[in-house]
Antibody, heavy 119, light 106 residues
Framework: EVQLVESGGGLVQPGGSLRLSCAAS????????MDWVRQAPGKGLEWVGL??????????EYAASVKGRFSISRDDSKNTLYLQMNSLKSEDTAIYYC??????????WGQGTLVTVSS | EIVLTQSPATLSLSPGERATLSCRAS??????LAWYQQKPGQAPRLFIY???NRATGIPARFSGSGSGTDFTLTISSLEPEDFAVYYC?????????FGGGTKVEI
């Protein structure tokens, strides 16, 4: 069974940093692209970014709203996906979901971790 | 950026009725469109991909159609568990984008 468990969320001040982790199990993590998607409280879904696998040189794509502030990485030896978030703004407040990308679609989702940016 | 517009925002129906949800893209996405269902307090779930293919475990009462800029998700006969929010999403261009969602309520 595919399992994705996010952690690292919490309260952070504007301008601060936070690193989210996503522990994957139940599948061969190294074989898949992985995405991050977020959802502000009571709002819709917003795609954050994607990281490809080793055969694609771990290249990444980002939404314009986070480009230059957020960084996605992965450690295939630990079956873990990361989202480094810097220069956080109040509008980054959201639940952040880790998602397995299969056939280029957002196929399996974690339960999410809440990030609150507030002073 | 491709903008996806979903309509209606809310659909009020009863169990057993047919639901028709629309998603319109600001430019062609070919057939690179998916639908996700989200229930309160839960993560979204992939329901339809490549416009018309049901994901694993999705009942046959759900069907997707369309290509280019106009897409439809149809639920042929609503079951109580189908009342939720549905989002469309495109993967034709970067960045990936979602529609604003349609809430199907009783």
């Amino acid at each position: 069974e595919v399992q994705l468990v996010e952690s690292g969320g919490g309260l952070v001040q504007p301008g601060g940093s936070l690193r989210l982790s996503c522990a994957a199990s139940g599948f061969t993590f190294a074989d898949y692209y992985m995405d991050w998607v977020r959802q502000a409280p009571g709002k819709g879904l917003e795609w954050v970014g994607l990281i490809r696998h080793k055969p694609q040189s771990y290249t990444v794509e980002y939404a314009a709203s986070v480009k230059g502030r957020f960084s996605i990485s992965r450690d295939d030896s630990k079956n873990t996906l990361y989202l480094q978030m810097n220069s956080l703004k109040s509008e980054d407040t959201a639940i952040y979901y880790c998602v397995r990308n299969a056939l280029a679609w957002l196929e399996s989702w974690g339960q999410g971790t809440l990030v609150t940016v507030s002073s | 950026e491709i903008v996806l517009t979903q309509s209606p925002a809310t659909l009020s129906l009863s169990p057993g009725e047919r639901a028709t949800l629309s998603c319109r893209a600001s430019q062609s996405v070919n057939s690179f469109l998916a639908w996700y269902q989200q229930k309160p307090g839960q993560a979204p779930r992939l329901f339809i991909y490549d416009a018309s293919n049901r994901a694993t475990g999705i009942p046959a009462r759900f069907s997707g159609s369309g290509s280019g800029t106009d897409f439809t998700l149809t639920i042929s006969s609503l079951e109580p568990e189908d009342f939720a929010v549905y989002y469309c999403q495109q993967r034709s261009n970067w960045p990936r984008t979602f529609g604003g969602g349609t809430k199907v309520e009783i």
